[in-house]
C-alpha cells in the first residue's frame, strides 16, 4: 500500500513522492488535452486538416525525443537541472499557442510539449522507482494519477467554453501554464542525487536485432501506437466534423475513452493471471478491431458509448502485454527496449498526420477509416506470436 509505504519514508523522500504524483497528474492533465483542444485550435486559426494531424505528430515526436534527450542530459548535466530545463518548454509552448496562428510556431509548440511530457515521465518514473524500491504500488498509484488528469482534462475544456466562449480554450491553456510553474517551483525544491557518468567504456550489444520475438513486439507496437495516437487525436474532431454529437458531448466522449482504458490495464492485470500472454493480447486486439468497426459505424449516442468504452477497454492492455512478448530481450539487451520504443513511437508520429491528410482531402471518415489498416497489420502481427512463437517465449 502506497499508505504503508509513505509512512516508513523519511520527510525528503515524503515529499519528493507527493510531488512526483501531483507534477504526474498535471503531466496527465495537458498530455491527453490535444484531442480536445485540436478542433478548437483548427477553428480559432483556420488550420487544414492535415496542419491539425502535423500538430498531434509534432507533439508525439517532441515525446519520443525527449525519452532519448532525459534518459542522457542528468549524466552531464544534473537531474535537477535537466528536469528544471526540460519541463519548462510546456510552458512556451501554450503560450505559443494562445498567442499566434502562424503554423509554424504553432508546430513548434506542440513538438515543446511533447518534450516536456516525455522528460516528466523519465524522471518521475525512475525517481517514484528509486524512492519507493519498485514498489508496484506506488508505481501504479503513479500512473493513477496520470489517468486521472486525463480524465479530467476534457471537462476543462466543456467548462471553459461554456464560460469564457470561444475563447475558453486559451483560458485552460493558462491554467495549464500556472499548474506547470507550481510543478516547476516543486521541482527546484527537491533534494535529489544526480547521476554520475560512467568512466568505464562498455561494448553495446545489438544481437536482439535477430530476436524474432523481439521485432514481433515492435510490429504491434508500432500499428497499435499509429492506431492509438490518431484516434486519441481525432476521435473529438470526428464526431464534431460529422455532426454526429455536439461539441460539449465529442469532448466528454474523449473522457470516456481515458476512463476505459484506465480500466482496461487495470483489468488486464488480472486477467494476465488467468490467461497465457498469447490469448491475452490475441483476445483484446480481437476486440480492439471489432470496437472500433463498431464505433465507425454507430451514429447513435447509446451505441458511441458503448463503443467507445469497448474499444478503451480492449486497448487498454495491448502497450503493456506486448511489452512482455519482448521480455527476454530487453531483459538480456540493456538497448532493446529504447529500440523497441524508438520503432514503435514512429507510428504514433506518422498516422496523424495520415488521417488529417485523408480528411482533407476526402472526408474525416476517410482519415479514421484509415486507422482500420493500421489495427488489421496489429491484428496480424498479434497473430504472428499466437501462431508462430510461443514457443520462444521461454524465460520471457
Known sequence: MVSKLYKNLNAVDRYILMCCFFIFFVNGLYAMVFGSLIPLISDTYGLKNTESGMLLSGHQAGNLIAGLVAGILPVYYGRKKSILFLSSFVMVGFLFMMLTGNFLILLIAFFFTGISRGSISNFNNKTVNDISH?????????HSMF?????ISPFLIVLAQRFFGETGWKVVCGLFIVLIAISQWMFSRMDVADEVAAKEKTVTDYSFFKDRLFWNAVIILFFYLCAESAITGWLVSYFIDTEILVQSQAQLISSLLWFSILVGRLGCIWLGQKL??????TMISVGMTFFYFLLLNSHSVTMILISVFGLGLTMGGIYPTTMTIAGGAIKQYPMAMGWLLIIGGVGGILMPIMTGYLADKLSIFAGMAAIIVAIILMLLGVFWY???NQKKEGNV
Not at 519498485?134 to 503513479?142: E, I, M, R, T
Open 134 to 142: 519498485s514498489d508496484p504500488g506506488a508505481l501504479n498509484f503513479l
Open 147 to 151: 489517468a486521472v488528469g486525463a480524465l
Open 276 to 281: 497465457s500472454k498469447a490469448n491475452l493480447v
Open 386 to 388: 499466437q501462431f508462430f
